[in-house]
């Protein structure tokens, strides 16, 4: 795979195990995640880097590394792949997670055969990513599993202001923004609210 590989929260044999599935599966290049500015400055080798977060063993650092992917001014950063791997997936640790804007998480078996289908599903198709005040990461929306498009909702557009960005990731070029809107909250007029209209 003509990508970069990104580990993050892993040491010792996890890591290791990490790195060797990375190699398995083909990426181009695999490399411990140290700091933002590195990544930035591979994205201009390989477009597109995955962000490999290895959750059961090291999770501390989780929160402060997605929050620096998700707000780096770099696009190919911000939208970037982030896929955590766990061999305890607790509800918990599955909704703190997504909600940190993750876009997918894994459970085992991790191989060579599983994983990349699921990786390759995070490329060349369109994504809709949400920004609110309290979440930035793909659309959570959806009702019968993380890959399917999202059903229309009753409460949609209530949610309050927010930002709707639809992209999509290429190998070769890398993210692409298809769409960008900002939508404010629907308002219902209240009881006594006064409409006037100059004339």
């Keep these: 795979m003509q990508a970069t590989a990104f580990i ?19 990426f181009r290049t695999v490399l411990n995640f140290t700091n933002i500015g590195a990544a930035e400055q591979q994205v201009k080798r390989t477009p597109i880097c ?15 590394i997605s929050r620096a992917i998700r707000t780096s001014r770099n696009r ?20 703190a997670t997504l909600q940190l804007g993750f876009d997918d998480i894994l459970i085992p078996p991790f191989s060579a ?27 959570r929306r959806v009702g019968d599993g993380i890959h399917k498009e999202p059903a229309h909702h009753p409460d949609r557009g209530k949610g309050g202001d927010h ?19 900002f939508n404010r909250q629907q308002r219902t007029a209240e009881p006594g609210d006064s409409i006037s209209i100059a004339i």
């Design 8 to 26: 993050i929260g892993a040491q010792g044999q996890c890591n290791q195990g990490l790195m060797d599935l990375s190699l398995d599966i083909g």
């Design 50 to 64: 995955f962000f490999l977060f290895a959750l059961t063993c090291s999770a501390h650092s989780t929160p402060g």
């Design 76 to 95: 190919q950063i911000k939208y970037a792949p982030m896929i955590g791997l766990t061999e305890n997936p607790e509800p918990r640790l599955i909704e």
């Design 113 to 139: 055969k599983s994983v990349p289908p699921r990786l390759n599903s995070h490329l060349n198709r369109r994504i809709t990513f949400f920004e609110t005040t309290q979440y930035f990461g793909p659309d």
């Design 163 to 181: 930002r709707k960005v639809l992209i999509s990731r290429n190998l070769e070029t890398g993210v692409s923004i298809l769409k960008d809107q």
